[in-house]
């Protein structure tokens, strides 16, 4: 199905793009719905974004809902692992 | 079928006179004939939807399929442009059904067009046939596996997506459906739901469905596509057209 689910977020960093191209990424858009090309019915979408630089300043990811969850952990476990001074994070 | 045939990207008008782009097939010659509308899917005005139109001029009809995000996203990649669409909250109701309109009357205007006009979608395209099939005076209407004409989005989408229910009333030509029966949304019940809304509104309409089969099985580039039941669907939708748009 088109699930239509959609969650947005604002984001501050880059990302290599197009023609292998770093850009300013400013927002985040995740989604669980069909893939462009991964080769599964539906894939957990993240698209990486500066809507001011137009439509394709975007960075996509497709990836499967395990590897998701998979990803999501790493990510935590690397905050985790920063000391605090360094990340800015307080929790 | 017609192997000669021409296909090409133009502007037309459409919801609130505004221009968007359209991708236009057409089979080469004057016999009458009447003409389609392809709503692209959620994921874009891409190739597999122009092959999808090319197909309808091959069997006789000029087609048309008007880009939905070009709004949001003019001249962008298939993929970023939904992306970027998705982003903004999609394809307003309101103005879907502009933007097929224009479509149809693009098709009318046409020196070979019959007048008859019909309408196909798949996925949140086979809904938006419906939708448009509500709104607009069409002569067939065909819906591939569109979630949420019945039931009930769940709360909190982002998407301001609702079901058709409050609008079936006004379905203004015949409905030929074509579903999986693995498919979830619209799941078998919600099928069965909208047969009998459409019965007990006495709105013809034919559904067919499909077992080993789930969402998207007309999809030929995808995981998700079931030849025996996109064969099947290819030869109804050729049959519900020729009854409905052709002569």
């Known amino acids: ?91 | 079928m017609i192997d000669s045939l021409s296909a090409d990207t133009i502007q037309i008008t459409g919801h609130d006179g505004d221009p968007i782009e359209a991708y236009i097939s057409q089979p080469a010659g004057d016999k009458r004939r009447g003409g389609v509308v392809v709503i692209h899917h959620m994921p874009g005005y891409d190739r597999s939807t122009k092959e999808i139109t090319r197909r309808f001029a091959e069997l006789g009809y000029d087609a048309i399929c008007p880009n939905l995000y070009w709004r949001e996203a003019p001249g962008a990649a298939p993929d970023d442009a939904a992306a970027t669409a998705r982003a903004q909250g999609g394809v307003p109701d309101e103005r879907l059904v502009g933007d097929v309109g224009g479509a149809a009357e693009w098709l009318r205007a046409q020196p070979a067009c019959t007048g008859k006009v019909g309408v196909i979608g798949y996925c949140s395209g086979g809904r938006q046939s419906v939708l448009a099939a509500c709104n607009l005076p069409l002569d067939a209407a065909v819906d591939c596996y569109g979630a949420f004409v019945v039931g009930t989005p769940p709360e909190g989408f982002p998407l301001k997506i609702t079901n058709l229910v409050d609008q079936l009333p006004r379905l203004s030509c015949p409905l030929l459906g074509l579903f999986g029966n693995e498919d979830s949304h619209p799941s078998p019940e919600q099928v069965d739901e909208l047969d009998g809304i459409l019965t007990g509104l006495d709105k013809r309409h034919e559904f067919h469905r499909y077992d080993e089969a789930g969402h998207a099985f007309f999809s030929v580039d995808r995981p998700a596509y079931r030849v025996a039941a996109a064969n099947d669907g290819w030869e109804r939708i050729t049959a519900f057209y020729e009854t409905n748009l052709g002569g």
Not at chain 1, 34 to 51: E, K, R
């Open chain 1, 1 to 91: 199905m088109c699930t239509y689910a959609t969650v947005t977020t604002a984001l501050d960093g880059s990302a290599k793009g197009p023609d292998s191209s770093w850009f300013h990424v400013t927002d985040g858009t995740v989604y669980f719905d069909h893939p462009v090309h991964a080769m599964a019915d539906h894939t957990l979408n993240i698209d990486f974004t500066d809507p001011a630089k137009g439509p394709g300043a975007r960075v996509a990811v497709e990836l499967t809902a395990a590897s998701a969850r998979e990803l999501v952990a790493a990510i935590e476990a690397a905050l985790a692992s920063a000391p605090a001074e360094l990340s800015g994070l307080t929790v």
